[in-house]
C-alpha cells in the first residue's frame, strides 16, 4: 500500500524548496492548493513509477527463460551485505560508550550490588543471632 503521509511530507519538503515559499508568512490558500497540486502530481509520478517497477518485476519473475532462483534486487543484496558486515565498519564513539555503560555496565553493577548487600544483611543477622533457626529461609545456614 501507498504510504500517502511519508509522500506528503516529502512534498511539502520538495515544494517548498523548489519555490521557495517561506513558511514564517502568514497563512495563506494559495500556498495550500499549489502544494496539493504538486502533491497529486508527485502521487501520480510515484503511482506510475511503482506500476512500471511492478511491471518489469513480474516481466522478470515469469521469464520462462530465465535461470533458475530468484529474482536479483540490488537493493535486497545491499541491505544483505550491510548487516552481515556491520561489525566491520563500527567506529567507537562517545556515544557508544555512554550507551554501553548506561544499558550494560550500571544495571549489572546495580544488580551485583543489591544482591551482595541483601546478603551480607542476612549473613549479619544470622550470625548475630537475631533471627531463630526455626525462621531462617535455608536450614542449613
Given at each position: 500500500l501507498f504510504n500517502f503521509h511519508s509522500q506528503l511530507q516529502?512534498?511539502?519538503?520538495?515544494?517548498?524548496?523548489?519555490?521557495?515559499?517561506?513558511?514564517?508568512?502568514?497563512?495563506?490558500?494559495?500556498?495550500?492548493?499549489?502544494?496539493?497540486?504538486?502533491?497529486?502530481?508527485?502521487?501520480?509520478?510515484?503511482?506510475?513509477?511503482?506500476?512500471?517497477?511492478?511491471?518489469?518485476?513480474?516481466?522478470?519473475?515469469?521469464?520462462?527463460?530465465?535461470?533458475?532462483?530468484?529474482?536479483?534486487?540490488?537493493a535486497v543484496q545491499r541491505h544483505g551485505s550491510m548487516r552481515v558486515t556491520r561489525i566491520n565498519h563500527f567506529r567507537e564513539?562517545?556515544?557508544?560508550?555512554?550507551?554501553?555503560?548506561?544499558?550494560?555496565v550500571l544495571p549489572l553493577a546495580g544488580t551485583v550490588y543489591l544482591i551482595k548487600t541483601s546478603r551480607d544483611e542476612k549473613e549479619a543477622a544470622i550470625r548475630s543471632g537475631t533471627v531463630a533457626y526455626k525462621d531462617r529461609l535455608f536450614k542449613l545456614q
Open positions: 516529502f512534498s511539502v519538503f520538495r515544494v517548498s524548496s523548489s519555490e521557495n515559499i517561506n513558511f514564517f508568512l502568514p497563512y495563506s490558500p494559495d500556498h495550500r492548493y499549489s502544494t496539493m497540486a504538486d502533491l497529486a502530481r508527485l502521487v501520480a509520478e510515484k503511482n506510475k513509477q511503482r506500476a512500471a517497477l511492478k511491471k518489469e518485476y513480474f516481466k522478470l519473475l515469469t521469464n520462462p527463460n530465465a535461470e533458475g532462483g530468484h529474482v536479483f534486487d540490488p564513539t562517545p556515544k557508544n560508550l555512554l550507551t554501553l555503560c548506561l544499558f550494560v
